[in-house]
């Protein structure tokens, strides 16, 4: 079984300024690693995920991650952030022997950019 | 390409009620999930339906029923609500046999039960 704690319920910010969302994780085995946006009233937007290979993952709107292994965490980064990324981030992990892939998330972090 | 889609948006049910909500996978798929997002938390697992037979169970009571169609569409049953069931319900689709199965999510039914 796994479990993942995000660590912070609620991140203001200025807008252009840098932000990380942490994302802490516990598994007896190896895991696969995802990031969810969610924007008001709407679905879950797959962010970036971490598979296997380099631990630095990114995506296409300037956000990146880094698995650490050793501290089992997979913090969500962005050097310079835009009102527009204002939403609630879910942190998701899915463990190597599942094989239905069910995906176990934190509890989600509110990211307020203000101007 | 249509996405994962989800019926209906909103629904408010009375205590006691049964309920039934539905998804239509993204084009290609063959699995769906059904998760529950109650305010303030992150989704939770109920199950997931692949060639139509329960794959995998979350900890979810047996009030909590699916299943999924030869279209691999895929409804939730929910009996006997609780107030507790207030929550919204999203559908994700996947494919395949062989992980990572990547999900994709639809818009979600927002279920208030007074």
């Known amino acids: 079984a796994q479990s993942v704690t995000q660590l912070d319920s609620q991140v203001p910010v200025f807008e252009e300024a840098p932000v990380e969302l942490r994302c802490n994780y516990s598994?007896?085995?190896?895991?696969?690693l995802f990031w969810y946006v969610q924007y008001p009233n709407q679905g879950l937007q797959l962010l970036l995920k971490?598979?296997?290979?380099?631990?630095l993952v990114k995506s296409i709107n300037g956000f990146e991650a880094e698995f650490n292994k050793s501290q089992t965490s997979f913090h969500l980064r962005k050097p310079s952030v835009h009102i527009s990324d204002t939403a609630e981030y879910f942190c998701?992990?899915?463990?190597?022997?599942?094989?239905?892939?069910?995906?176990?998330f934190g509890g989600g972090t509110r990211l307020m950019v203000k101007p | 390409d249509a996405g994962v889609t989800q019926s209906p948006t909103h629904l408010i049910k009375t205590r006691g009620q049964q309920v039934t909500l539905r998804c239509s996978p993204k084009?290609?798929?063959?699995?769906v999930s059904w998760y529950q997002q109650a305010l303030g938390q992150g989704p939770q697992f109920i199950f997931q339906?692949?060639?139509?037979?329960?794959?995998q169970r979350g900890n979810f009571p047996d009030r909590f029923s699916g299943h999924q169609f030869p279209n691999y569409s895929s409804e939730l049953n929910v009996n006997a609500l609780l107030l507790g069931d207030s929550a919204l319900y999203l559908c994700?689709?996947?494919?395949?046999?062989?992980?990572?199965?990547?999900?994709?999510f639809g818009p979600g039914t927002r279920l208030t039960v007074t």
């Open positions: 998701a992990v899915s463990g190597l022997d599942n094989a239905g892939n069910m995906l176990t």
């Open positions: 084009s290609g798929h063959d699995t």
């Open positions: 971490y598979l296997s290979g380099s631990t």
């Open positions: 598994s007896s085995v190896s895991v696969y």
């Open positions: 994700a689709s996947s494919f395949g046999t062989i992980p990572p199965y990547e999900q994709y």
């Open positions: 339906y692949y060639e139509e037979e329960e794959r």
